[in-house]
């Protein structure tokens, strides 16, 4: 799946031990810059911010579900935006939502603004409002949004939660993103400490920098890799790579006799434009072969001839 691999780096960035908004804010704002820093701009991205809170208590106090309800509102609301049109009220109904409760859960996730309306003297509202207006002060407001259908659907999130999104209509799923989750570390035995933190992942984050033409062309410094041929030869790559060194030219040594095609695959890979091949029969000749991998071309050389290709 796009965005998906076997294995992949993440970058995690959390704040613990302060319960606050300040906090949330934080956090929400160093995401964004981490973005802005890597060349995204409003247009590129957004973020989309809820409070566990405030929809657990639309949930519970104005839709009257009980806790089985809840549960099953709460993963339904989960995966509302992946699904097509009428699905979601579907999978409510499937589960015997009322036609009453499943208005109301649909006016309430339709909900952009919470000021002046009869959410915001709730708890979670009050959070949520609060958190824009950090946000402003970080001047990073206009890349965020309230969305109720944000939930992160983890259960241990305690209240503010976030994901950033990526604008583009090639790459619409989530890219990262967090919250509050200051009931956590009971399950290692502590009391209920406060945190609040995000995980970025390598891989759509990656996507995300292709599709805007933002990643840089990472051009090795290496100007040329020595492959080994094989075990005798060793001793004479490794005297080659010394001499290249010395006169001021950045060398890569392969590390241990590998078939040719792997070794000149691992400089293309890692963007050296040349490889050294010194074989048998360059031995024989007091001669160098350097492969030029971008032009796909080869030359013998004598070692002068090496020095003056190189610089």
Same mark, same amino acid.
């Given at each position: 799946?796009?965005?998906?691999?076997?294995?992949?780096?993440?970058?995690?960035?959390?704040?613990?031990?302060?319960?606050?908004?300040?906090?949330?804010?934080?956090? #929400?704002?160093?995401? #964004?810059?981490?973005?802005?820093?890597?060349?995204?701009?409003?247009?590129?991205?957004?973020? %989309?911010?809820?409070?566990?809170?405030?929809?657990?208590?639309?949930?519970?106090?104005?839709? %009257?579900? +009980?806790?089985?309800?809840?549960?099953?509102?709460?993963?339904?609301?989960?995966?509302?935006?992946?699904?097509?049109?009428?699905?979601?009220?579907?999978?409510?109904?499937?589960?015997?939502?009322?036609?009453?409760?499943?208005?109301?859960?649909?006016?309430?996730?339709?909900?952009?603004?919470?000021?002046?309306?009869?959410?915001?003297?709730?708890?979670?509202?009050?959070?949520?409002?609060?958190?824009?207006?950090?946000?402003?002060?970080?001047?990073?407001?206009?890349?965020?949004?309230?969305? =109720? @259908?944000?939930?992160?659907?983890?259960?241990?999130?305690?209240?503010?939660?976030?994901?950033? &999104?990526?604008? @583009?209509?090639?790459?619409?799923? @989530?890219? &990262?993103?967090?919250?509050?989750?200051?009931?956590?570390?009971?399950?290692?035995?502590?009391?209920?400490?406060?945190?609040?933190?995000?995980?970025?992942?390598?891989?759509?984050?990656?996507?995300?920098?292709?599709?805007?033409?933002?990643?840089?062309?990472?051009?090795? +410094?290496?100007?040329?890799?020595?492959?080994?041929?094989?075990?005798?030869?060793?001793?004479?790559? #490794?005297? #080659?790579?010394?001499?290249?060194?010395?006169?001021?030219? +950045?060398?890569?040594?392969? =590390?241990?006799?590998?078939?040719?095609?792997?070794?000149?695959?691992?400089?293309?890979?890692?963007?050296? =434009?040349?490889?050294?091949?010194?074989? =048998?029969?360059?031995?024989?000749?007091?001669?160098?072969?350097?492969?030029?991998?971008?032009?796909?071309?080869?030359?013998?050389?004598?070692?002068?001839?090496?020095?003056?290709?190189? %610089?």
């Amino acid at each position: 799946q796009k965005g998906r691999l076997r294995e992949h780096n993440q970058l995690n960035v959390d704040i613990l031990g302060v319960k606050s908004i300040d906090t949330d804010a934080e956090i #929400i704002a160093l995401s #964004i810059e981490i973005l802005k820093s890597l060349g995204g701009i409003k247009d590129y991205f957004s973020v %989309k911010i809820n409070n566990r809170k405030l929809t657990n208590y639309v949930l519970k106090e104005d839709v %009257k579900l +009980n806790e089985e309800q809840l549960f099953i509102a709460s993963k339904a609301i989960d995966k509302k935006d992946k699904l097509k049109v009428g699905e979601f009220e579907k999978m409510l109904s499937d589960k015997d939502f009322s036609t009453e409760q499943i208005d109301k859960i649909v006016e309430y996730l339709e909900t952009r603004t919470l000021a002046n309306t009869r959410y915001d003297h709730v708890e979670g509202a009050l959070e949520i409002m609060e958190l824009f207006n950090k946000l402003e002060k970080y001047k990073v407001s206009e890349y965020c949004e309230f969305v =109720p @259908s944000i939930m992160r659907g983890f259960d241990y999130y305690t209240s503010t939660v976030f994901e950033v &999104f990526d604008r @583009s209509p090639e790459n619409t799923r @989530s890219m &990262f993103g967090g919250g509050r989750y200051d009931d956590l570390l009971k399950i290692f035995g502590k009391d209920s400490f406060p945190a609040v933190g995000f995980g970025m992942g390598d891989v759509t984050l990656k996507e995300f920098l292709t599709i805007h033409s933002l990643l840089p062309d990472f051009n090795s +410094n290496t100007k040329v890799m020595i492959t080994i041929f094989e075990e005798e030869l060793a001793e004479d790559s #490794i005297s #080659i790579a010394q001499k290249l060194r010395s006169t001021g030219i +950045n060398s890569e040594l392969y =590390p241990t006799p590998s078939k040719l095609d792997k070794q000149l695959k691992s400089a293309d890979k890692k963007g050296i =434009p040349f490889v050294l091949i010194y074989g =048998p029969e360059e031995k024989a000749k007091n001669k160098y072969q350097l492969k030029d991998l971008k032009k796909r071309e080869s030359e013998l050389l004598t070692f002068d001839e090496l020095l003056v290709k190189l %610089k």
